[in-house]
């Protein structure tokens, strides 16, 4: 799971570089520079590709500080 995401940000990023920064960040959205277009994008494709429906209203931006939160979000929704 981690490395699917890890490969649908560095997609929408368009930057494959960006792999160890991603595994690395405490805090995904800053370090990693996500705009809210990438992040409507990465959740797009999040759903697309792993077959989960995401609520933007019931979001939690805080799933979005490491990977693994994210990863455990996405978890919880299957």
Avoid: G, H, P, T
Avoid at 36 to 46: E, G, H, P, R, T
Avoid at 55 to 72: G, H, Q, R, T, V
Wanted: glycine share 0%.
């Amino acid at each position: 799971m981690r490395e699917k995401l890890i490969k649908i940000i560095c997609q929408v990023k368009e930057d494959d570089s960006l792999k160890e920064k991603i595994e690395k960040s405490k805090d995904l959205l800053n370090e990693i520079d996500i705009d809210s277009l990438q992040l409507i994008n990465i959740i797009l494709k999040i759903e697309d590709e792993l077959d989960v429906q995401i609520d933007f209203d019931e979001f939690d931006m805080d799933s979005l500080k490491s990977i693994d939160s994210l990863a455990k979000y996405i978890n919880s929704k299957r």
